[in-house]
């Protein structure tokens, strides 16, 4: 990525079971210009996956419920730069959704998996500026129905946010959104209490309108948007003060209370969603001798192509 004229931060790669996938493959594509340009209002479409990209089809990636994957954030290309994953300035949460796929992102049907606010002396952002390589790790739940989503990060910049951008739109939170696609394989039931984004903030929120430069060296922050969801809790949303997610495979994320959620339900990937997984090319078919059985699968197939399409047309 060539370096911008600012501290920004973006979505570079996402790393799942090892595997490093950059823009294109998996993550939306980005816009033309700077692609680290922040979303200012949130009213705006943009705020459902950003500024839109170039109108190409990026790949599912396959993810097992219950398990980790990376996500790196960055801005310059060289790490030798106090900013080159994001100004030590930009202070704020960093938060991460999942919709279904085939909503394009479109109603209430974004829920929360993780959050960090302001937490023993660290906002999200120091999460990923105390990682070398700007990643942060987080767990996707362990019970969620087996499907194709959309995987929304945000980290959301303060330093302009003490005034409120409805009265001033040179000022106000600074937003950097980007989606990326996945298939979540699983025995999970659960479907989440969705949202609509836009439509989760309003500027006046107490985690929107916020003032990093009052002299409090430890302040009270109110994450913004809904309760983050934990696996387990039958679909409905619960506190949003613990984490169910990772800093790194070996360490906690820190958290305001000493407790992690957990969940009685494992992973376990069933045939019918292994015929979903990665992109549709390689798609697995289980043999069958029927001719009909077969004609079956790939028409299941081809509709399931179909589909994601047209979700994937519809958000960028």
Same mark, same amino acid.
Request: charged share 20%; hydrophobic share 30%.
């Given at each position: 990525? $060539? ?35 922040? =979303? ?13 990209? &170039? ?9 097992? $419920? ?14 030798? @730069? %106090? %900013?080159? =994953?994001?100004?030590?300035?930009? #202070? ?11 909503? $394009?992102?479109?109603? %209430? ?22 990682? &070398? ?33 409805? #009265?001033?739109? +040179? ?61 387990? +809790? ?10 169910? !997610? ?8 820190? !958290? !305001? ?49 179909? @589909?994601? @399409? ?7």
């Amino acid at each position: 990525m $060539a370096a911008v004229a600012n501290a920004h931060t973006i979505l570079l790669t996402l790393t799942i079971n090892g595997a490093e996938k950059p823009a294109g493959q998996c993550i939306n594509p980005y816009p033309p210009g700077d692609p680290t340009a922040p =979303v200012k209002d949130p009213s705006s479409s943009d705020m459902t996956c950003g500024i839109p990209g &170039k109108s190409i089809d990026a790949e599912l990636c396959p993810v097992e $419920a219950g398990s980790e994957m990376r996500l790196q954030f960055q801005n310059y290309d060289d790490p030798s @730069r %106090d %900013d080159w =994953v994001i100004d030590k300035s930009h #202070k704020g949460p960093i938060l991460v959704y999942l919709a279904p796929l085939e909503s $394009a992102g479109k109603g %209430d049907v974004w829920f929360k998996i993780f959050e960090h606010g302001y937490s023993d002396g660290e906002w999200g952002t120091d999460l990923i500026r105390g990682d &070398k390589e700007g990643k942060l790790t987080i767990t996707i739940p362990t019970d969620i129905k087996p499907g194709d989503y959309l995987l929304r990060s945000e980290v959301i910049g303060l330093h302009e946010a003490y005034i409120d951008y409805a #009265k001033d739109e +040179s000022n106000g939170a600074q937003y950097f959104i980007n989606c990326a696609h996945i298939t979540v394989s699983g025995s999970g039931t659960s479907v989440p209490q969705g949202y609509a984004i836009p439509g989760i903030y309003k500027t006046t929120d107490p985690g929107i309108l916020f003032d990093l430069y009052d002299g409090n060296k430890n302040p009270s922050y109110t994450i913004p948007g809904p309760k983050l969801y934990v696996a387990g +809790s039958s679909g409905s949303v619960t506190s949003n003060n613990d984490l169910s !997610s990772t800093v790194s495979s070996s360490s906690s994320s820190p !958290s !305001s209370k000493k407790t992690k959620p957990t969940s009685s339900v494992a992973p376990n990937e069933d045939d019918n969603t292994l015929q979903a997984q990665g992109n549709p090319k390689a798609i697995k078919v289980v043999a069958d001798n029927s001719t009909s059985a077969t004609k079956n699968t790939k028409l299941d197939c081809l509709n399931k192509r179909r @589909r994601r @399409r047209r979700a994937i047309k519809s958000i960028v």
